[in-house]
């Protein structure tokens, strides 16, 4: 056969994969441009956010930008002391809005977590409004059960109270080592469970005509207490990460990158060779690795 007889075909191929990469590469960036729904679930400006893991970072940034943003919020940890350091802080800031505390240690929680549904009840019966935004953003270290089993069981004892009057959302913090990286594979793991978690539970809620969303934020490297990194364009802080997190939402898409400059980095996840991106991942754990040892030591 000669070989012009394959240009043609050849050519059709090439044509089709650029035709889907653009369209890949555009639908993930045209995300970015669109209008958050997220006041739908605050019409009336008396509605609740549940944060977890909201004494630092993240969480703390989430419960921030939802304060500003009209929504009363209730903050999960599990130091009583902090959390009612951080929600008198809150409420000095933002004071037009209610803030309450919830107190739950995930690590061994058993049939207490069906607790967390009674406690936000009589906080809603005292204060007024109703829960319609969840955060499972409490995560770490490397333990199944605060990094997966406590958002599956704190997620499932809220649905209910989720999907009452005008619905919900529920957002699940996820990250770029769900793709699976070196010295990092237990955590590494539970991010995996929290992206195929999502996607299970949207098309559940879709199924069953649940009025709740389901959204997974995956994120990269952010500053939070505890880790000796520079913010900057490509390292936010918790309230810049979580201000971006909740323009997505509405954004139509089960899990999404919430920071734009998050996803520019990500995209070389796509185009790079896995073996390639092991090879840099590795250097940079390792060398954090080593880091952390040290410090271990001196202390």
């Known amino acids: ?72 919020v209730l903050l999960h940890g599990r130091n009583r002391e902090k959390l009612a350091r951080r929600a008198g802080a809150l409420s000095a800031q933002f004071p037009t809005r209610k803030v309450s505390i919830i107190v739950r240690d995930v690590v061994g929680l058993t049939a207490d977590v069906d607790g967390i549904s009674e406690e936000v009840r009589a906080i809603l019966a005292v204060e007024g409004g109703k829960l319609a935004v969840l955060v499972n953003n409490v995560g770490g270290g490397r333990t199944i059960a605060m990094n997966a089993g406590f958002m599956a069981q704190i997620t499932r004892v809220l649905l209910p109270l989720l999907e009452t009057g005008d619905g919900g959302v529920v957002l699940n913090v996820s990250s770029i080592s769900a793709v699976g990286m070196p010295y990092i594979s237990i955590y590494a793991a539970t991010k995996g469970f929290v992206d195929s ?12 005509r649940r009025k709740v969303e389901i959204l997974g934020l995956r ?35 089960v899990i999404v990158w919430a920071y734009f400059w998050h996803w520019l980095q990500g995209l070389s996840f796509d185009i790079l060779p896995r073996s390639m991106l092991m090879m840099i991942s590795s250097k940079k754990l390792m060398a954090l690795k080593k880091e952390e040892e040290e410090k271990a030591k001196n202390r």
């Open 219 to 253: 994120v990269g490297q952010v500053k939070t207490a505890g880790f000796d990194i520079e913010a900057g364009l490509f390292v936010p802080d918790g309230r810049t990460l979580a201000s971006a997190g909740l323009n997505r939402v509405g954004c139509g898409r």
């Open 1 to 72: 056969m000669d070989i012009s007889d394959w240009q043609k075909p050849l050519s059709y191929i090439g044509l089709a994969t650029i035709a889907y990469t653009t369209f890949k590469f555009t639908r993930s960036a045209t995300t970015f441009l669109l209008r958050s729904s997220l006041n739908k679930y605050n019409r009336t400006k008396t509605n609740w956010a549940l944060v977890t893991g909201a004494s630092d970072g993240i969480g703390l940034g989430f419960c921030e930008e939802l304060c500003a943003r009209g929504f009363n």
């Open 197 to 208: 978690f999502t996607k299970a539970l949207e098309a559940e809620c879709k199924a069953e």
